[in-house]
């Protein structure tokens, strides 16, 4: 059942509007609207067959990157639903995927141990190295066209941009200096903006957005201060960043819209590994080794295991951990996961999971600050009716 109470929900504005009581109906009765609906039993559940980490994946969960991990060995792999499992390099990560699947970017040690080098990799082109310094490739557009990481200067690093028609160039920061780092994580569908973090006057390390081509870059959110922020995953418009963020009780997964301004999602604790879907609807996040999955159309937050349990999917939960790394998909096809179970060495390892709550539609975003505990007691409602309908329904086969 979701689980939510507007005081855990922190904004820059956190009054209370009892005017909009109505309002709050209005868009409850559109909830269960959509809840009753009903979704397609479409859900699978894939393990990869090895030990690793799925980092990225296609656009409908046909293809899944990322690094092997054996007896402290790794390797940039590359699976296919048709194929199964390919080695592109040893000693190696793949980080990122286009969304068909061919191309494909990553980072790989250099020839004699002389550090990292970013990478590019297609079916044609076998892996291509992208700068000839020490350098991380981090992730790739959407046609496979722009690949984002960073490059190591001086005291700390600084972020980079590759193209196919301009090739690798440095990314402005705002104090071209020594002591000024910066960090492109990730890139938006079409190529045009990448996130990640970067020293600002007066900041260390904040949430930073590149625009591309001509590149300039800004602050996202200047009226605070977060400390030792990262930024781990966006939508595909950009138009939500997430990530964590370092208080006195640990890590806190929040994620920021023009709209919402920065909202923690969860008290802090050892947060990591946070996770957007492509409509900026779903956010996904790990503490304490349970990854919970935060719907931004209803504010609630559900332990994943047991979203993946109510499709169908239930085996997950008997992992001590299982983390998200990246989600793709649509409220139509269904939204596919991948990332990896922590079981000690007896490790399943990758995994990718598809079509979850397809055929569903897609509701507004809510505004914390504006709807208050309204907000929270209908959708409070409409998550206990949601749970009871969705356990009438026989489980689906698992993949």
């Known amino acids: 059942m979701p689980l939510f109470h507007h005081r855990c929900v922190q904004t820059r504005s956190a009054r209370r509007v009892r005017g909009r009581g109505w309002r709050a109906l209005q868009l409850g009765l559109l909830l269960l609207t959509v809840v009753l609906a009903g979704r397609s039993p479409a859900a699978s559940l894939t393990y990869l067959g090895f030990a690793g980490v799925g980092y990225d994946m296609s656009s409908d969960g046909q293809v899944v990157v990322g690094r092997i991990s054996s007896n402290g060995y790794g390797g940039a792999f590359r699976w296919t639903a048709a194929t199964g499992m390919q080695v592109l390099s040893t000693d190696a990560e793949a980080t990122g995927v286009s969304a068909d699947g061919s191309t494909v970017c990553g980072t790989k040690g250099a020839p004699g141990g002389g550090g990292w080098r970013a990478f590019r990799w297609t079916e044609g082109s076998g892996l291509v190295t992208l700068r000839n310094d020490i350098s991380y490739g981090n992730d790739i557009s ?15 690093n600084r972020p980079f941009v590759w193209s196919a028609t301009t090739g690798a160039r440095t990314l402005p920061v705002p104090n071209e200096s020594h002591n000024t780092f910066g960090d492109a994580v990730k890139i938006t569908g079409d190529g045009t903006k990448a996130f990640g973090t970067s020293t600002f006057p007066g900041a260390f390390g904040q949430p930073a957005r590149w625009t591309l081509n001509p590149d300039t870059y800004d602050r996202i959110d200047p009226t605070v201060n977060m400390n030792y922020p990262d930024v781990t995953g966006i939508s595909a418009d950009g138009s939500v960043v997430a ?33 957007v879907s492509p409509d900026g609807r779903y956010v996904t996040y790990q503490i304490r080794g349970v990854t919970s999955l935060f719907d931004r159309s209803t504010l609630s937050v559900q332990n994943l295991a047991d979203v993946f349990a109510n499709e169908g999917l239930p085996v997950l939960g008997q992992y001590n951990s299982f983390s998200v790394r990246a989600i793709t998909g649509d409220a139509v096809s269904g939204y596919n996961f991948t990332g990896g179970i922590d079981e000690g060495w007896n490790i399943p390892g990758a995994y990718v999971v598809r079509g979850i709550f397809a055929g569903s539609a897609a509701v507004p975003e809510i505004d914390p600050a504006g709807l208050g505990s309204v907000a929270a007691l209908v959708t409070g409602a409409l998550g206990l009716a949601e749970k009871r309908l969705r356990a009438r329904r026989r489980a689906t086969p698992i993949a």
């Open 142 to 156: 959407a046609d496979g066209s722009t690949v984002i990481g960073s490059f190591n200067e001086g005291f700390g």
């Open 243 to 275: 990530g964590t963020t370092l208080s006195h009780d640990g890590r806190a997964p929040w994620y920021w819209t023009a709209l919402s301004g920065l909202v923690y999602m969860a008290p802090a604790g050892a947060a990591s590994w946070v996770a």
